[in-house]
């Protein structure tokens, strides 16, 4: 598997993704960074996390404007599969690859914490490793990560299982109380229709190692890794 | 131009007798911008005059000491040519005025301390303490500074790994802010600030220079009266996102070979860089002030000199070389402007408009700069409070009480608002004893940790100076760390008073002694006078940071009980010392008698020995017992893993001065049964005290026949704060 992880001015976790991702692929992925208009060829493209621009605007707004984004987006719509991480969600969101906005945490706060997600689809190139109705540990760590969707679209990606994680307490039940930021129907990340974008909240890159308290993460870039080789 | 009255002299913060010697240094009236640069360079945040003879008493070397004080930031050598920067900074006064924007030019200003020198930025820590929370502005302080330094941290993608947080009525008109950044660098490429190479260009670069924050440093050098919010306007505004940029470029610029001298321009911006990197290369400097980028017009050569604008950095260039730097600023789309050049006369001419603004001698002002042996009294001791006049409440009761005080009451609700993860290296989160943070792609992880008692430093600042640097010690020590070095944020009142100059002077004895005594030097600090309101001082606050070393990451140990049927076992002695304890503030009322005493000789040996223990692998959980006491430190290491604990208390104390005295020197150990023989042997070799006080196991705490649920526990240590934040945020 080839790896590119794109780095905007502010991306600030564009390094724990490479180091999550060495770990699983054995490789460095590639560092691209947001001027370049070329993207070379690769099986992944990784949006991570951080305040790209300062988050200026709106989170997302403006890298979802800068070169390198048409590119991703072009492979994307070409079958490339794309993680978008935190901010990387948002700028996914900006760039009308995934549906929904990420709007301000329910109680107005950052956030930074371990949370529980119930895995809702295995059947994705991102999640071979994980079992549906498997409750795993990711760290969130943002201010804006209550997603919404209008009500219809909500339906339909409900029905096509585009959604990929929720927020579940830790016996898999989601609720009100499992929900750190009021996210529509306790949603922590999402697919596109065609199961090649997904876009999280949570960070895996942050419990991929079992000396910074758990490696559920790491089953995501090894997925990635089977899926891809 | 203007004459200079007695009144601007005095709005200046400059005294009489400093006036007089500026006109002997000049050998004429210094115009306006010249004023306001001795104004500021000579200001107690410049020139630390009260505290400077008292400083150079305190310890500063040692074999892996790099640098000590005197430079942006301290420098401890880690082995295999990496070395750790590090310091911590107050932002007490605008904290106070503006917290959000306060609090994150704190941690602004404390990074750039790091970077500059050569380090990435691997860790921020801070210290907080806050006024009464019945005091109508408390809840809004710590909304607005946890905001800030949320806000900050967060952005520059730099982990915010820990801290403490205090309360108390003496901080209502002043609280304290001291932020605190550890950074990890290449010991062979180091970055300091003394100018060198006459005809070198001097480089401006990163953000551009506005009207905000002139005359901060001078602010931040007087008290504090009823006008004092009208000073909104010299708290300088920060921007995160800048100084994430500025950070890369620096680091990008600094591996490349083009840099002679670096410094960031902090409090007096412009003119303290400028003029500390000449003076310390013995050379003059010529700037012409028409090429500093400008955020704003018709800028004065006094405003521009003085502005404290966020995020800007002064260098010293190889001759050359700027054509490299500016293609790095380009691509990081930072300001850069090369805006004079040094000079052989030691003097610092600035140009506006094609006229000479200012002309000053550089040595006397910024070497020569006044020092002061205030007059200070010894505070009187305060009389040792005796067990049996303390009244006994129920262990369990009293511990719900004190588990949910402001003081220990948990801090989730601040420490979650930061980022504690990014940078993938953080093994120890907020919460325990030290924040373990790996270093980065290796096994040797660092130990950082921020400690002071302020109420022991108030009924004796010797005492409490000393208890500061040995809890450091201990806190880095239960990690399993080697503690190194330590850095301060010495927060006092008034030094003009000789009361108060007499806390600084008992603290700083203390500290010296204790740093001494523990092989633990000071290599940076920052010193914070004039914490007083309408005459009203703060606690003295002596806030020690420290950092130690594991050789191994994966021997470090935390305070979480493992496994049920442990021998939980107490180092060290417990008479059940009540005095200045939170056990007679918070269940007495009492804010009274001496402090604990602290026995060097005995700490080291007990430092040693748990780290030796803990690298034998003989220690499954290790918790200091500071704050309330060892019920409270039990009461911790249970409700941190879910794990109960029946403890068996002795005859003598009594049961309250053995749960909530708190003795010094005293860790408590959780021990395999295997291993206990092993342990209880070191600490006989080692003529430690060691005792089994009881086993962990079950959901519940039990001690003198009183029992809680953990779950009950965690409710009485969790909500306070919460709820207490809760009933703010109407209009923030």
């Known amino acids: 598997m080839k790896a590119a992880v794109i780095v905007f001015p502010g991306s600030n976790c564009d390094r724990d993704v490479a180091v999550a ?31 790209s621009y300062g988050d200026y605007l709106r989170c997302g707004a403006m890298a979802a404007h800068s070169p390198i984004m048409r590119e991703v987006k072009a492979r994307a719509e070409a079958g490339t599969r794309v993680l978008g991480i935190c901010n990387g969600f948002q700028i996914l969101t900006e760039t009308g690859l995934l549906p929904g906005v990420l709007m301000r945490n329910k109680d107005l706060k950052f956030i930074c914490k371990d949370v529980t997600l119930r895995v809702e689809s295995d059947r994705t190139d991102f999640c071979r490793y994980y079992r549906s109705g498997d409750v795993v540990r990711f760290p969130i760590a943002h201010a804006e990560g209550n997603w919404f969707v209008e009500p219809k679209t909500y339906r339909e990606m409900e029905d096509n299982g585009q959604i990929a ?11 009100e109380s499992a929900n750190p ?19 999280l909240m949570p960070h895996p890159e942050r419990l991929a190692e079992d000396l910074l308290g758990g490696a559920d993460g790491k089953l995501m870039f090894d997925s990635l890794v089977e899926a891809l080789s | 131009m203007s004459r200079i009255t007695p009144e601007i002299i005095a709005s200046h913060g400059i005294k009489p007798d400093e006036y007089t010697r500026i006109l002997e240094i000049m050998g004429r009236e210094p115009n306006l911008t010249e004023l306001g640069i001795f104004s500021v360079m000579w200001s107690e945040h410049c020139s630390y005059k009260s505290s400077k003879k008292w400083l150079k008493t305190l310890p500063t070397t040692a074999p892996w000491v790099i640098c000590g004080p005197g430079e942006n930031a301290g420098i401890i050598d ?43 930025p691997i860790a921020n820590m801070n210290a907080l303490r806050f006024g009464d929370p019945s005091h109508p502005k408390t809840r809004h302080l710590v909304a607005g500074v946890v905001a800030g330094i949320g806000g900050y941290g967060n952005c520059v993608g730099v982990p915010t790994v820990g801290g403490e947080t205090n309360f108390h009525k003496s901080y209502n008109g002043n609280i304290l802010v001291n932020a605190m950044t550890v950074g990890l660098a290449d010991a062979s490429n180091i970055f300091y600030s003394a100018a060198a190479g ?6 401006y670069f990163g953000s551009k220079t506005g009207r905000d924050g002139i005359h901060g440093a001078t602010m931040a050098s007087a008290e504090f009266d009823e006008n004092s919010e009208e000073k909104r306007p010299t708290v ?61 017009d018709g800028m004065s050569a006094y405003e521009i000199m003085l502005s404290e604008s966020q995020e800007r950095m002064l260098m010293i260039l190889k001759p050359g070389k700027e054509d490299v730097a500016r293609a790095i600023m380009d691509k990081w789309e930072l300001d850069f402007a090369v805006i004079g050049t040094l000079t052989d006369t030691g003097r610092m001419v600035l140009k506006r408009h094609g006229k000479v603004e200012a002309d000053l001698p550089i040595d006397p002002l910024a070497q020569a700069s006044p020092e002061y042996d205030r007059p200070w009294t010894a505070p009187a001791k305060a009389p040792v409070v005796r067990l049996e006049d303390v009244p006994a409440h129920p262990p369990i009761d009293a511990l719900k009480r004190l588990l949910g005080c402001p003081d220990l009451a948990s801090k989730r609700w601040i420490y979650q608002q930061y980022d504690h993860m990014v940078m993938g290296d953080t093994v120890q989160r907020p919460g325990g004893d030290a924040a373990v943070v790996r270093i980065h792609g290796g096994r040797k992880a660092v130990a950082i940790t921020t400690d002071c008692t302020p109420r022991y430093c108030q009924a004796d600042p010797h005492e409490g100076g000393r208890q500061a640097v040995a809890e450091a010690y201990r806190n880095t020590s239960a990690t399993g760390a080697t503690p190194l070095a330590v850095t301060d944020n010495l927060n006092f009142g008034n030094p003009e008073k000789p009361e108060i100059m007499g806390q600084i002077v008992e603290a700083i004895k203390g500290m010296g002694e204790a740093c001494r005594d523990l092989d633990f030097p000071v290599v940076s600090g920052n010193v914070s006078l004039y914490n007083e309101t309408q005459g009203q001082a703060i606690q003295p606050t002596p806030a020690i940071g420290a950092v ?25 002695e417990c008479k059940g010392w009540m005095g200045a304890s939170l056990y007679l503030r918070e269940l007495c009322g009492r804010e009274e008698g001496a402090p604990p005493p602290v026995a060097l000789h005995r700490e080291r040996r007990k430092g040693e020995l748990v780290r030796a223990l803990i690298a034998d692998g003989l220690v499954r959980a290790c918790h200091d017992v500071s704050d309330g006491g060892l019920l409270v430190a039990v009461a911790e290491m249970a409700m941190s893993s879910g794990i109960g604990a029946s403890l068996d208390a002795p005859s003598s104390p009594a049961l309250h001065g053995w749960c909530f005295g708190e003795d010094q020197g005293r860790y408590v150990l959780e021990v395999h049964p295997d291993d206990l023989p092993g342990v209880l042997e070191a600490a006989l070799a080692k003529d430690v005290g060691a005792r089994v006080i009881g086993t962990t196991g079950g959901h519940a705490l039990s001690v003198g026949g009183q029992s809680a649920g953990i779950d009950d526990l965690r409710t009485a240590h969790e909500a306070w704060l919460p709820a207490f934040m809760g009933a703010e945020m109407s209009g923030h």
């Open chain 2, 78 to 120: 880690i082995g295999d040519g990496q070395a750790i920067v590090f310091k911590m900074e107050s932002h007490n006064h605008p904290s106070f005025i503006e917290p959000y924007q306060g609090a994150a030019t704190g941690v602004g200003g404390i990074l750039r301390d790091v970077f500059t020198m050569g380090a990435r």
């Open chain 1, 21 to 51: 991702l060495e770990a699983s692929m054995g490789a460095k992925p590639l560092m691209v960074w947001h001027r370049d208009t070329e993207l070379p060829a690769v099986d992944l493209v990784v949006v991570p996390g951080g305040f």
């Open chain 2, 198 to 203: 006459i005809g070198n260009p001097v480089v």
């Open chain 1, 181 to 199: 930021n009021g996210s529509l129907g306790n949603v922590a990340g999402i697919y596109n229709g065609h199961f090649n974008v997904l876009g």
């Open chain 2, 548 to 572: 130690g070393l594991l050789a191994d990451v994966g021997k470090h140990t935390t305070i979480a009980f493992k496994t049920a049927g442990n021998a939980i076992v107490l180092l060290g």
């Open chain 1, 165 to 175: 994680f929720r927020y579940a307490t830790a016996s898999g039940k989601v609720d």
């Open chain 2, 236 to 296: 300088q505004v920060g921007d995160p996102f800048t100084e994430k940029l500025l950070i890369e470029a620096c680091l990008e610029l600094m591996a490349t070979d083009t840099i002679v001298a670096i410094q960031d321009m902090g409090a007096a911006g412009l003119t303290s860089s400028s003029f500390e990197m000449a003076s310390k290369g013995g050379l003059g400097v010529e700037l012409d002030l028409d090429l500093v980028p400008m955020r704003e």
